[in-house]
T-cell receptor, first 108, second 115 residues
């Protein structure tokens, strides 16, 4: 069983749509990270969360510690949002677990 | 700041050769991470350093892999001898605090192909 599960694995949306990517984890964590990897391969850290909600531009990330669940929302999606979004959790014992990623394609 | 710098950006080598990947973290960051990404396994944490000291190397796949951080501004990941299954993109990242607490900044990656 994977410690971090993401859904959906693939997502295609029309420009302007509201997008939600989900992440569930089974380990105790100290922090959850959302990463964005563009087609060129570069990785950008979008958010680091330990509770509540964070917002940056059109991106919103939420976490529910009790339910061990996080969501990444993209409002007014744009083709440049097309990327792979990866959820990662820092757990106890210096462990770090990655989801398999959600591949997002936003069509103009 | 130039961000995390990795070199080389691409490496093609033959099986059995030694490969050395290099990373310069963001100045002032005291944590450094080495990751490997493959299609089959996705992103994996190999090892991380805090204040130049290896904290957790449980992700290092086998003895052929070794990592060092001789000072706060430089780290190497070495594979000796290399094998085709080591082909992957290797990312270095740094943060201003430990694995758990702070945002990590990723380098552009080194694409390694072992023939």
């Amino acid at each position: 069983k994977n410690e971090v599960e993401q859904s959906p694995q693939n997502l295609t949306a029309q420009e302007g749509e509201f997008i939600t990517i989900n992440c569930s984890y089974s380990v105790g964590i100290s922090a959850l990270h959302w990463l964005q990897q563009h087609p060129g391969g570069g990785i950008v850290s979008l958010f680091m969360l330990s509770s509540g909600k964070k917002k940056h531009g059109r991106l919103i990330a939420t976490i529910n510690i009790q339910e061990k669940h996080s969501s990444l929302h993209i409002t007014a999606s744009h083709p440049r949002d097309s990327a792979v979004y990866i959820c990662a959790v820092g757990g106890g014992g210096n462990q770090f677990y990655f989801g398999t990623g959600t591949s997002l394609t936003v069509i103009p | 700041d130039a961000g995390v710098i990795q070199s080389p950006r691409h490496e093609v080598t033959e099986m059995g050769q030694e490969v050395t990947l290099r990373c310069k973290p963001i100045s002032g960051h005291n944590s450094l991470f080495w990751y490997r990404q493959t299609m089959m396994r996705g992103l994996e944490l190999l090892i991380y350093f805090n204040n130049n000291v290896p904290i957790d190397d449980s992700g290092m796949p086998e003895d052929r892999f070794s990592a060092k951080m001789p000072n706060a501004s430089f780290s190497t990941l070495k594979i000796q001898p290399s094998e085709p299954r080591d082909s992957a993109v290797y990312f270095c990242a740094s943060s201003s605090d430990s694995l758990r607490g702070e945002t990590q900044y990723f380098g552009p990656g080194t694409r390694l192909l072992v023939l």
